[in-house]
């Protein structure tokens, strides 16, 4: 597609329940990444995807979080057993590859009740 | 490690006056990459700028510009003739062309420009 896709825009969900946040980039885009921005904060980085590398989990705040890309396009962000403090901004970008201006989606809002 | 500093939360201006949002950065490492993206009210991320780390001329874009000093460790922003649609945030952010290339992003800076 043109830009980045996010979906879905809102989700809100109720404490302790699974959701998964999708990504659909930019076609040819090797590189991809999952940012989170909590309320009035600035990015948070979470997750980074390059072609077919190992991902970087290093930014992944805890073991109820992963993530995955398949076939190198669409990735899926998980959060299990959801919490009031992951509610936030996560936002998605892809680039042609590392260290070139990334697109960003919209973001998905995900609010935890 | 690579850290950067948006110390201005906050920037109120009336339209037509010129305004600088700043930005500091930390790194040791001699090859890096610098970048500007605007976040509208609609929440979406634009790119502004990037800039590498042995590229000290400054740019102009329209009523952009950006100020590259490598010896105070700044890559600041500036608006000439705001106008009420450049109200947004701004992040200037750093990225590192190795490893995980995770780009690492200030605090941002709200700007309102007042009409």
């Known amino acids: 597609g043109a830009g980045v896709s996010q979906s879905p825009s809102n989700k809100v969900t109720e404490k302790g329940k699974d959701v998964e946040l999708r990504c659909d980039p930019i076609s040819g885009h090797t590189a991809l990444y999952w940012y989170r921005q909590s309320l009035g904060q600035g990015l948070e980085f979470l997750i980074y995807f390059q072609g077919n590398s190992a991902p970087d989990k290093s930014g992944l705040p805890s073991d109820r979080f992963s993530a995955e890309r398949t076939g190198g396009s669409v990735s899926t962000l998980t959060i299990q057993r959801t919490q009031q403090e992951d509610s936030a901004v996560y936002l998605c970008a892809s680039s042609l590859r590392g260290n070139y201006g990334y697109t960003f989606g919209s973001g998905t809002r995900l609010t935890v009740v | 490690a690579q850290k950067v500093t948006q110390a201005q939360t906050e920037i109120s201006v009336v339209e037509k006056e010129d305004v600088t949002l700043d930005c500091v950065y930390e790194?040791?490492?001699?090859?890096?990459?610098l970048f500007w993206y605007k976040q509208p009210p609609s929440g979406e991320l634009v790119f502004l700028i990037r800039?590498?780390?042995?590229?000290?001329q400054n740019e102009i874009s329209g009523r952009y510009s950006w100020n590259f000093q490598k010896s105070t460790s700044s890559f600041n922003f500036t608006i000439t003739a705001s106008q009420v649609v450049d109200s947004a945030v701004y992040f200037c952010?750093?990225?590192?062309?190795?490893?995980?290339?995770?780009?690492?992003f200030g605090a941002g800076t709200r700007l309102t420009v007042k009409p």
């Open positions: 800039r590498n780390s042995f590229d000290e």
């Open positions: 952010a750093l990225s590192l062309p190795r490893g995980n290339n995770d780009m690492r």
């Open positions: 790194t040791r490492d001699t090859t890096y990459y």
